[in-house]
């Protein structure tokens, strides 16, 4: 009975610990694995910088901590994965779905994320330097103390996005949708809001649309 037990926690082991190895590709820095099933993988600390991993499935994935710097994350599935703290600069994560994803101080500097579906996802504290938002979907979106300086939000739906003390300077929001979205406390220097809908945002200027 003591045996199996050692050998029921030795497997249960494995599968966390050797998660990162599934269907004869291991991940690892700068590897290939794209179209994975990754669900529920317990992927903290690992790196997996440069690698390959676009269509793949990270859905409730423990990536806290993780390096996917330069990752290519093309079309992903992240959806309610932690990715606290991560390491995604330069990461390609065009077309990905981050829905009530946590990215709680994760950096993501010079990362793409054009039409990405990041409703509901938190993103407080985080860094996001020049990071392309462009039509993205960002409802309910939690950006709270994070660093947006020089990142492109044009086209983006950020209805009800919370961006309260969020340093915005240099911010594209050029035909955003901010329709109840809080920018209380916000930096909001040299930030474009040319043909923005503001009503119902809080913080926000008010903007004339230009006639097409």
């Known amino acids: ?10 497997l249960f082991s494995v599968r966390t610990v050797a998660a990162a190895e599934i269907n004869g590709c291991t991940i690892t820095s700068a590897t290939l694995c794209t179209e994975m099933d990754l669900s529920g993988a317990n992927l903290r600390n690992a790196d997996l910088a440069r690698a390959a991993l676009r269509q793949s499935d990270f859905t ?19 959806n309610s994965a932690n990715l606290g703290g991560a390491m995604l600069n330069e990461a390609d994560l065009r077309n990905a779905t981050l ?28 860094e996001l330097k020049g990071v392309n938002l462009s039509g993205a979907n960002l409802t309910r979106t939690k950006f709270g103390n994070a ?14 996005a919370d961006f309260r003390s969020a340093d ?4 594209n929001l050029n035909n955003a949708t901010l329709q109840g979205a809080d ?18 945002c809080v913080g926000c200027p008010r903007v004339t649309k230009t006639s097409q």
């Open 1 to 10: 009975m003591i045996c199996r037990l050692i050998i029921l926690i030795v």
């Open 60 to 78: 409730g994935a423990d990536m806290r901590s993780a390096n996917l710097f330069n990752a290519d994350m093309v079309l992903v599935n992240l």
């Open 99 to 126: 829905i009530d994803a946590k990215l709680t101080g994760a950096r993501l500097n010079g990362a793409s994320l054009k039409s990405a579906n990041l409703t509901g996802a938190d993103f407080t504290g985080a």
């Open 147 to 160: 660093q947006l300086q020089r990142a492109d939000l044009s086209g983006t739906v950020m209805n009800g």
């Open 168 to 171: 915005m300077a240099g911010v």
């Open 183 to 200: 920018l209380t406390g916000a930096i909001l220097s040299d930030v474009d809001f040319s043909n923005a809908d503001t009503n119902g």
